[in-house]
């Protein structure tokens, strides 16, 4: 059974920094892509940032210049730096992950709060 288990959430202050990891277990090959999604309070969830197995990266317009997505294949964990963060960058983040033709994958979400 896949799991996804994010950590590294927490209460930040404006302009500070903060990383999340996501491990994943369960997945009898390495995920196509992997990524991180959030949803604010009263918002829909969105994109913030993906990355394949190869190491191509894509980040929301938002947060470019800001936050850094990587990975390591071989300890099956995804990472996300987040600097200078915002008051709206608050929010539940969700790592997720798939194969290009499998069913998609989600953790069960981990809070950052950014305090102005």
């Known amino acids: 059974q896949v799991q996804l288990a994010e950590s590294g959430g927490g209460l930040v202050q404006a302009g500070g920094s903060l990383g999340l990891s996501c491990a994943a277990s369960?997945?009898?090959?390495?995920?196509?892509?992997m990524g991180w999604y959030r949803q604010a309070p009263g918002k829909q969830r969105e994109l913030v940032a993906t990355i394949t197995s190869g190491g191509s990266t894509n980040l929301a317009d938002s947060v470019k210049g800001r936050f850094t997505i990587a990975r390591d294949n071989a300890k099956s964990t995804m990472y996300l730096q987040m600097n200078s963060l915002r008051p709206e960058d608050t929010a539940v983040y969700y790592c997720?992950?798939?194969?290009?033709?499998?069913?998609?994958?989600w953790g069960k979400g981990t809070l950052v709060t950014v305090s102005s």
């Open positions: 369960g997945s009898k090959s390495t995920f196509d892509i």
């Open positions: 997720y992950a798939r194969h290009y033709f499998g069913t998609p994958y």
